[in-house]
């Protein structure tokens, strides 16, 4: 049978991996198409819980330790791990769709990776903030919950800081003189493009690797081959990641690249053959699946009740502050003891909740709103969040939870009327329409629990 470019381009990745020391005839797992999410991992034999599915060395990984030897130093220390990396993306992206990469260290490696990311909403606002092209009545972009297009815009900002400092450092010595014919001006649309190619690669498939001293460092991350083909489940993932020495004993890996990564069957799940192998890549609100991977899980339902979050920052803004100067004074205070954000309402299989930081603002704003002496009514406030008191008052508690209500009925309103108007079938239609049925159904859980007077 004739093989197709991917199976090619997979099989040369093999011969890379086994020239770098993998043992390619081990692996459980094999790269193939699927039905709605590109390509995924699928096991091409049976394995018993626990078993090692695949290893991949550390020289076959791309991250700031295996890509710093072949940069200027000036490079390297003006840039950081994710910089880098895309830079180097950017520089030996696949010139055209049928040809492979040419760089000589991670050639057949970027040649598997996906040629474009046309459906994903990040292209979308990049297409229209800088090819100045309008969106159809019913491009998703157009119907986007505000809090998703909120995520969209910070996630459109981390990738022009990117840009424009990786393009800063390509048109300075000594960066500049290898990459001559690469480098355009940086509003240069097809430039622009190629490196928003190379950062959704390392956006949405790079995974944690301890390269660093400290745990946290932003370093500490890979791009890893045959890895990056597993796609998410979040209650059905059977792959888990082991831990490497530098993990277990929690300092940087003796050897500066690292040991390389391993990854073994879940310990309570037996994998059969043509099982799809899935990774948990966190634990991510829809919303933050969408704006970051460009695609949403689908929603679990139990019973009447679906399992999500709505984020209500928006209408906690226009509709509840209505008052300036004192809504400046609130999140101020907000603010500084640390529960500005985070204004969610969710629901469980059990319940229907609304966050923390969402219930001392609403409690706040009202106390603020009937405040004689400022200080002590603060201090009321203080010691609720404290957990030194109840309540500030009964008065407070039912205007909390009127407000609740508004809260909900704004976002009931705003999903049944949207909802109605996304007709279109495409995938990324169907993902929209389900944020915001997510959106309906929190909202209506909420209001539930709080007719039924459940405690917050
Ligand atoms: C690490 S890659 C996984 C491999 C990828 N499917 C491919 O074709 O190369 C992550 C990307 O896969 C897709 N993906 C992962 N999990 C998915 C899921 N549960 N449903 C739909 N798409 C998914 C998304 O496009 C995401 O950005």
Redesign the pocket.
């Known amino acids: 049978m004739c093989k197709n470019a991917a199976d090619v381009r997979w099989d040369n990745m093999m011969i890379w991996l086994r020239s770098h020391g993998a043992k390619t005839t081990d692996f459980a797992v094999e790269c193939r198409k699927?039905p709605?999410?590109?390509?995924?991992l699928f096991a091409g034999r049976s394995c018993l819980p626990g078993k090692l599915l695949f290893s991949i060395p550390a020289k076959a990984m791309m991250n700031v330790m295996t890509l710093k030897p072949h940069y200027p130093s000036e490079t390297v220390e003006a840039l950081t791990g994710i910089q880098l990396v895309c830079m180097h993306l950017f520089l030996w992206r696949p010139r055209g769709d049928s040809e492979d990469s040419e760089d000589p260290l991670f050639g057949p490696y970027i040649s598997t990776?996906?040629r474009e990311f046309d459906?994903?909403p990040l292209t979308w606002i990049v297409q229209s903030k800088h090819q100045n092209t309008t969106c159809q009545d019913d491009h998703p972009l157009r119907w986007l919950p505000p809090s998703v297009l909120s995520a969209l815009d910070r996630l459109h900002c981390r990738f022009t800081d990117d840009w424009y400092k990786v393009h800063s450092v390509m048109i300075q010595p000594p960066m500049s003189a290898k990459v001559k014919e690469r480098t355009a001006d940086v509003n240069n649309v097809k430039a622009m493009m190629d490196f928003l190619w190379a950062w959704l690669n390392v956006n949405?498939?790079c995974i944690y690797y301890r390269l660093k001293f400290s745990k946290s460092d932003s370093d500490n991350f890979t791009l890893c081959p045959v890895l990056?083909?597993?796609?998410?489940?979040s209650h059905m993932s059977n792959m888990r990641t082991g831990p490497t020495n530098a993990d277990i004993w929690n300092s940087a890996p003796v050897l500066s690249i690292g040991e390389g990564l391993r990854f073994f069957a879940c310990d309570d799940t037996r994998i059969r053959e043509d099982d799809e192998i899935?990774l948990a890549?966190g634990r991510h609100a829809n919303k933050t699946l969408f704006v970051e991977?460009?695609?949403v899980?689908g929603l679990q339902e139990v019973g009447t009740r679906v399992c999500g979050e709505v984020d209500v920052q928006d209408i906690l803004e226009e509709s509840i502050y209505l008052d300036q100067r004192r809504s400046c004074a609130i999140k101020d205070l907000l603010v500084a003891e640390g529960y500005w954000g985070d204004f969610v309402l969710f629901s469980t299989q059990d319940s229907a909740q609304v966050s923390w930081p969402l219930i001392a603002a609403l409690r706040l704003h009202h106390l603020m709103g009937t405040a004689t002496g400022i200080g002590n009514d603060v201090q009321l406030w203080q010691d609720v969040i404290a957990g030194r008191r109840e309540r500030i008052s009964d008065d407070n508690e039912r205007s909390c939870r009127e407000s609740l209500l508004h809260v909900c009925e704004i976002v009931i309103g705003r999903a049944q009327r949207v909802l109605e108007m996304i007709t279109g079938q495409s995938l990324e239609q169907q993902y929209v329409r389900s944020l915001w049925v997510e959106e309906l159904f929190v909202a209506r859980a909420t209001k539930e629990s709080i007719y039924a007077g459940d405690a917050f």
């Open positions: 699927t709605s999410s590109g390509y995924g990776l996906p459906g994903h949405t498939r990056d083909f597993a796609n998410h489940s899935m890549y991977y460009g695609f899980d």
